[in-house]
């Protein structure tokens, strides 16, 4: 599985945006870009997902660079309620399954 | 719809012993998957199936370690003789048609093997 790389931890302030960066170099043609989140005691959460274009949606914007070789999560106002682990993980279909390989993802502290 | 359920939330068993977990999925997903966190990691894949076909495993799972799918609704996974290593969380998640826009996952069920 193609590999994504993410700083181990970030810190923003309340009420700022916040931009979070996933690099994957090994990105394949097929793979679609997609970023969860996972609040203490609770299962990940879908945030975003993109191929080539930038993608916006009521959580977040997701910027794609132009050789898709990384990639931005972008929260426009970071809230406490924003503070969680992010995945940034590439999806890829291989042999008609379907599965999402997570690494350690990056730890967001929002400071109020 | 109240999301994907998972029943228990915590589970505390004596090493050895047999433990089941049940999911129960959003009603109109058709792929199931079980996935497996321990403190400080990532979610680590188990096993999924479309509808009732279990059409992945992973090669971390064990022969210890049993899931099914009947009718293509609920699922359970299964853990005979549990060990000390077993002990995580364990995530249950849905999904509809290819899931490109996004898996649903429970709250998870926490293991500890005693």
């Known amino acids: 599985d193609a590999k994504t790389t993410q700083p181990n931890s970030m810190e923003s302030n309340e009420e700022e945006p916040v931009h979070l960066p996933c690099n994957h170099s090994t990105i394949s043609g097929t793979d679609y870009i997609h970023w969860y989140r996972q609040l203490p005691s609770q299962g990940p959460e879908y945030v975003i997902h993109g191929l080539t274009s930038n993608v916006n949606n009521r959580m977040a914007s997701l910027a794609i660079a132009e050789d898709r070789k990384s990639s931005t999560l972008i929260l426009h106002r970071a809230t406490l309620r924003d503070a969680a682990v992010y995945y940034c993980?590439?999806?890829?279909?291989?042999?008609?399954?379907?599965?999402?390989?997570f690494g350690k993802g990056m730890k967001l502290t929002v400071n109020p | 719809d109240t999301g994907v359920s998972q029943d228990p939330r915590h589970k505390i068993t004596k090493r050895g012993q047999n433990v089941t977990f049940r999911c129960d999925p959003i009603?109109?997903?058709?792929?199931l998957y079980w996935y497996r966190q321990t403190l400080g990691q990532g979610p680590e894949f188990l096993t999924y199936?479309?509808?009732?076909?279990?059409?992945?495993k992973s090669r971390l799972l064990s022969d210890r370690f049993s899931a099914e799918r009947p009718k293509g609704s609920f699922s359970t996974l299964e853990i005979q003789r549990t060990e000390q290593g077993d002990s995580a969380m364990y995530l249950c998640?849905?999904?509809f048609g290819t899931g490109l826009d996004g898996y649903t996952f429970g709250s998870g069920t926490r293991l500890t093997v005693v």
């Open positions: 009603s109109e997903h058709n792929r």
């Open positions: 993980i590439l999806r890829r279909r291989q042999g008609g399954s379907e599965k999402l390989v």
């Open positions: 998640a849905s999904s």
């Open positions: 199936f479309q509808n009732e076909a279990q059409l992945e």
